[in-house]
């Protein structure tokens, strides 16, 4: 399944040609894409990406950050399988999205994930939120037998970022743990 990041890097450019300024507007368009692996071990558990994580318009060198509250924008997987069957939630996430000769820095924070497993799941109000996306999270299935998990990050293009496709891999594992 794929999962994407997209964003665009405007750089201005002032000249001055017999004294009028002219303004140069070069409009670079970033696209990253993140490949998003759901591995499960079970046939009945699920993993979908429902939920790109976009940054819209960023600027070079303004870093940039997406909630894992904000609707529209924040990465959302949901996981499905058993109600009442615990499991434990383990993401490999990215330092660098690149492209041919240029990288770009991601960062995903100390509580950059929540988890619900109430129906309708809430985003702005999980129950289980400020999650460490770099540890392993364990929890359990609620009466629908579904997990959603958001996850935000941290965008910091450089102060000259080369325009491209940046690519990098989220893997997200669930795993049954038999409790």
Not at 3 to 11: D, M, T, V, Y
Not at 26 to 31: E, G
Not at 53 to 58: C, P, Q, T, V
């Amino acid at each position: 399944m794929d999962f994407c990041i997209l964003s665009r890097i405007f750089s201005y450019c002032l000249t001055c040609s017999d004294f009028a300024f002219r303004i140069h507007v070069m409009r670079s368009v970033i696209t990253a894409l993140i490949l998003v692996f759901g591995v499960s071990s079970s046939v009945a558990q699920t993993v979908t990406a429902t939920n790109d994580l976009l940054f819209g318009d960023i600027f070079a060198g303004v870093p940039k950050t997406i909630l894992k509250t904000s609707a529209a924008s924040a990465a959302e997987f949901t996981v499905t399988g058993t109600s009442g069957d615990e499991l434990t939630l383990t993401f490999d996430l990215p330092t660098y999205l690149s492209t041919t000769g240029a990288n770009m820095q991601v960062f995903f924070g100390n509580i950059d994930c929540a988890i619900d497993s109430t129906n309708p799941p809430d985003q702005s109000d999980p129950s289980a939120d400020d999650l460490n996306p770099h540890e392993v999270q364990t929890y359990r299935f609620g009466s629908s037998g579904q997990l959603n998990v958001w996850l935000g990050g941290k965008l910091v293009p450089g102060l000259v970022q080369k325009a491209g496709n940046y690519v990098a891999t989220i893997r997200l594992t669930a795993v049954l743990t038999g409790d």
